[in-house]
């Protein structure tokens, strides 16, 4: 960017353009409308309507009929596309995640009555394994070790039931090699060649997502008879690399990627903008559970002004370069924006 040379003080006051709301909203770069925000959400099969989670309070999960409802409501405040998370029931977890492939499971019928429900509003899944696996991982074990490929095969499978029940964006946040152009090439071979793919392409193994682990009951990581491992540090990125984030996104935009992630969200803007300025395509953030669980916490102390900490969080990723941000706090971000 170029600069037009600076008038010396006292003729330049940078001052003079904020001195009432008028003309700071007059001068503003970036402005944060609904149209910017993805509605996260977690769904489940229980008979309440909504299941608290003590580590996000104000976002609990939704009953197959909330989610619904939660559609219309996105409809209504301008919302355009929700994101669904499963919380499964312990007894439908297996080693191998089969449940993931379910038709009839409980992210396929969300889907469907998410569609029903508000065809207007687009509905992004998650493609991973992690809710319907016994220990928590995203991946299949194998004497100790997440495996690759055989991963990859379960996706696919998962992927398409998805792409099946009405899912218009599939989101692999697996982190396995090679996912992308094998769900690219699953969707064309079964004539779903319109299903986008936003993949999460620079996803890091982070502490923030300990509420969501909460949330979908998958806290159990390390767990099992093969000394699984306690982390995802194999498979999901170092926090302490930016270039990786370079190549992992050129390699899902080779393989059919059509938008991209970077998560988390506020800790890695550095990287959102880099992706963002190096391949200008829509570059998404996902501000997780624990970017949500940290506002709110401190909120609850009183320590920070709720609603406007909420949206300067939401602002700086519009700043950064997000095309959209995947947010818990969507709904009340939108009645906020009016
Ligand atoms: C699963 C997945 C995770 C999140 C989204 N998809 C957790 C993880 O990778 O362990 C985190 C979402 C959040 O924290 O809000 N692959």
């Not at 925000?37 to 976002?59: Q, R, T």
């Not at 992210?107 to 998410?114: E, G, S």
Request: charged share 25%.
């Amino acid at each position: 960017m170029s600069t037009a040379p600076l008038a010396p003080y006292p003729a330049l006051r940078l001052r003079r353009l904020r001195q009432a709301e008028w003309i700071r909203g007059l001068v503003r770069e970036t402005v944060l409308t609904p149209a910017d925000l993805i509605w996260s959400l977690v769904v489940h099969d229980g008979a309440d309507d909504e299941l608290p989670v003590a580590s996000m309070p104000g976002a609990p999960r939704l009953s197959v009929r909330r989610a619904a409802e939660a559609a219309r409501r996105a409809r209504a405040l301008g919302i355009p596309c929700i994101a669904v998370f499963p919380f499964i029931d312990g007894a439908r977890k297996d080693a191998t995640g089969s449940s993931a492939a379910d038709p009839d499971g409980l992210v396929c019928r969300a889907v469907k009555a998410m569609k029903d429900a508000a065809p207007e509003v687009g509905v992004l899944c998650d493609v991973a394994l992690d809710p319907f696996t016994d220990h928590g991982h995203d991946g299949l074990i194998h004497r100790g070790r997440i495996t690759n490929d055989p991963t990859v095969e379960r996706l696919v499978e998962q992927a398409l039931v998805q792409a099946q029940a009405g899912c218009d964006i599939l989101a692999p946040s697996d982190m396995m090699d090679g996912r992308v152009g094998a769900l690219r090439g699953a969707l064309e071979a079964a004539g779903l060649q319109d299903v986008m793919i936003m993949s999460y392409a620079a996803k890091y193994a982070s502490a923030f997502y300990g509420p969501y682990r909460e949330a979908i009951g998958s806290g159990t990581l390390g767990a099992g008879p093969d000394a699984n491992p306690a982390d995802k540090k194999t498979y999901q990125m170092d926090p302490g690399n930016s270039d990786e984030a370079l190549r992992e996104v050129a390699l899902d935009i080779a393989e059919g990627a059509d938008m991209v992630m970077v998560k988390p969200g506020m800790p890695y803007l550095d990287i959102l903008r880099r992706v963002h300025e190096a391949f200008a395509l829509p570059t998404f953030a996902f501000q997780v559970s624990g970017e949500y669980a940290m506002i709110m916490a401190a909120a609850g102390h009183g320590w920070i002004a709720e609603d406007r900490a909420i949206l300067e969080s939401l602002q700086a990723f519009k700043r950064a370069g997000a095309a959209g941000t995947l947010t818990y706090f969507a709904p009340r971000v939108a009645e906020m924006l009016g």
